[in-house]
């Protein structure tokens, strides 16, 4: 019986010890509720957008560091034209390197402000590039958190072909608009 007592008291202490290492480093997971996700293709003859929903999020704040992490297949994404989204998914050597994934990081005291600024790295194509300070917009909404920004992909960034239409490449600049609604688990 006593022993039963003593282990009792230990496992208590530790638990609260566990939740005071919990609650002094601010230790939070996230979760993303919903996105969109939108490139633009710019050309001398058009302008192209294509936009997906289609992506996956956590994160995790502890020791005043933040780490998300993003992924989205790259079949997902939309422009309206059934072969131009072929092509895209061609040209970004979609079929070999099906994912887009980006790791962000931050401090943790951002997510008390309007602005988080983020230092990201996006993988696609089978490069990874690296964006320092990416400003996005947060907004909270009852208990979501809405981000918004764009992070500013180049076709260079990640050796991608740049496709041309009537011989003449699209502009080398593809920004991905962000708009995402995270929440608190």
């Known amino acids: 019986m006593k022993r039963r007592a003593f282990l009792a008291v230990l496992l208590g202490a530790l638990t609260c010890g566990a939740l005071s290492i919990t609650a002094q480093t601010g230790s939070s997971q996230w979760a993303l509720d919903w996105s969109a996700l939108t490139y633009h293709m710019s050309h001398p003859m058009h302008q192209v957008e ?4 289609a992506a996956k999020g956590k994160g995790i704040c502890q020791a005043g560091q933040c780490n998300f992490l993003i ?3 790259v079949k997902t994404f939309s422009s309206g ?4 989204d072929l092509h895209m998914i061609e040209a970004t050597k979609g079929a070999e390197f099906p994912m887009i994934v980006v790791r962000a990081q931050f401090p943790e005291s951002e997510l008390d402000g309007s602005t988080i600024h983020a230092n990201l790295q996006v993988q696609f194509a089978g490069q990874a590039a690296h964006y320092q300070q990416v400003p996005f917009q947060r907004t909270q909404k009852g208990t979501e958190v809405q981000i918004t920004g764009t992070i500013p992909l180049t076709c260079s960034d990640f050796k991608i072909e ?10 080398n600049e593809i920004p991905v608009r962000v708009q ?6």
């Open 180 to 185: 995402m609604n995270w929440h608190k688990l």
């Open 162 to 171: 740049r496709p041309s239409f009537l011989g003449v490449p699209i502009k």
């Open 71 to 73: 992924a989205v297949p």
């Open 81 to 84: 034209d059934s072969n131009r």
């Open 50 to 53: 294509g936009t997906s929903n």
